[in-house]
């Protein structure tokens, strides 16, 4: 089944379908990941958006029951160079093509992913379309121009109702932005008592919750375009121990007074370094972000630079300098990806121990 892909600048590629034969449109961009594509495609960070895969051979150990980052995948599309139709894994169940059909995810195999993730690098993220091998190309593109990304991603894939995930430990009220399934794996093994809430929720909903702890989860889309999370942010500062992860690392960042801004082509992957500018250890770190925090806009604010990428120089880390709260904007929990910064989830149950104690303290004193 000849497919086409079309990116806004008129650039067309004809490949194999696989997967569902709907059409689609979305931002166009691509993850450098050898492996892990069964996250990839299930991270709720990537609504909105058609994925391209660099490593050229993709499905081989094909899609299991326990790797999700999600219930249901958010992605508009999988652009990938050779798709296996046999996988080979003693946890596999399905196949890509087949998982992609259940799902209504469309696939195009073939492309030269090399030249399309240089194109994108040269370029910068384009909007494309996976279609029909008769549509017409010259209308596909007019249209792609025309018409503009959505700016809604995180009210799609955000919980629309509070839920809990018992545990003995802290109470922490995780924020969910579009969140994948890893943040809630590492504070449930740490016994945590986790209450997930909507994005929408404002700082006097979370404290009537009353957390030890609040953490704001990754997402998708333009940090911009969730205005009241800002506020509740803003609310929440000084009040309770706060960690927020990519999205909720730039959402930290605006409620502070910083600003973000669109990078050319972002960040996908699963080998970024990043530098820990307190003890200079250079980490390897998963990472999938297209908006990045303005390094010059952290001046005159409360904040403290605390982590930057060694591939181009962009914050990747801060921290307030008067209370408890700090954020990173690579993935700690990885899912895919190496675990190297894992401990920072023990690092904010610290931060929280250590608030219940200097308020015990304040308390007995009084």
């Keep these: 089944m000849k497919r086409q892909l079309i990116l806004e600048d008129g650039t067309i590629m004809v490949g194999e379908g696989f997967g569902s034969e709907v059409d689609t449109i979305g931002e166009v961009v691509f993850n450098t990941g ?82 399309l993730t240089r194109i994108i690098r040269n370029h910068g993220t384009l909007k494309g379309a ?30 629309v109702t509070p839920y809990a995930s018992p545990g003995r430990g802290n109470r922490v009220v995780l924020v969910d932005f579009g969140m994948k399934h890893g943040i809630l794996r590492e504070l449930n093994q740490r016994d945590c008592d986790v209450i997930v809430v909507p994005y929408h929720f404002t700082a006097e909903q979370i404290l009537q919750l ?37 999205l909720g690392h730039q959402l930290f960042a ?9 990078m050319k082509f ?50 990747e880390g801060l921290k307030h300098t008067q209370y408890p709260a700090f954020t990173v904007q690579f993935h700690p929990e990885a899912s895919p990806g190496p675990e190297d910064t894992n401990g920072l989830f023990d690092r904010f149950l610290n931060m929280v121990e250590e608030h219940k104690q200097e308020n015990g303290r304040v308390l007995n004193n009084a």
């Design 254 to 262: 605006l409620s502070c007074g910083a600003n973000t801004e669109k």
């Design 34 to 115: 050898m492996t892990g594509y069964q996250e990839i495609l299930s991270d709720p960070s990537y609504c909105g958006q058609i994925v391209t895969l660099t490593y050229p051979l993709i499905g081989n150990y094909g899609i299991n029951r326990d790797d999700f980052e999600s219930i249901q995948p958010a992605i508009k599309g999988f652009i990938v160079k050779e798709v296996c139709d046999f996988p080979s894994n003693w946890r596999n169940e399905l196949s890509l093509d087949e998982y992609f059909k259940i799902k209504k995810i469309p696939g195009i195999a073939g492309i030269d992913t090399r030249k």
């Design 130 to 159: 996976i279609c029909s091998i008769e549509e017409d190309a010259s209308k596909v593109v007019e249209m792609l121009r025309e018409k503009p990304l959505e700016t809604d991603q995180v009210k799609q894939v955000s919980t």
């Design 266 to 315: 972002g960040h996908r992957g699963s080998n970024h370094p990043v530098k820990d500018l307190a003890t200079g250890k250079v980490s390897l770190t998963s990472q999938n972000h297209g908006y990045t925090v303005e390094d010059a806009s952290i001046a005159g604010t409360n904040l403290e630079v605390t982590h930057i990428a060694l591939n181009d120089g962009t914050v």
């Design 210 to 246: 009353s957390p030890d702890g609040v953490m704001l989860s990754n997402g998708p889309g333009d940090p911009k375009s969730v205005p009241e999370a800002k506020e509740m942010i803003a609310g929440l500062i000084g009040k309770v121990p706060l960690f927020g992860i990519c």
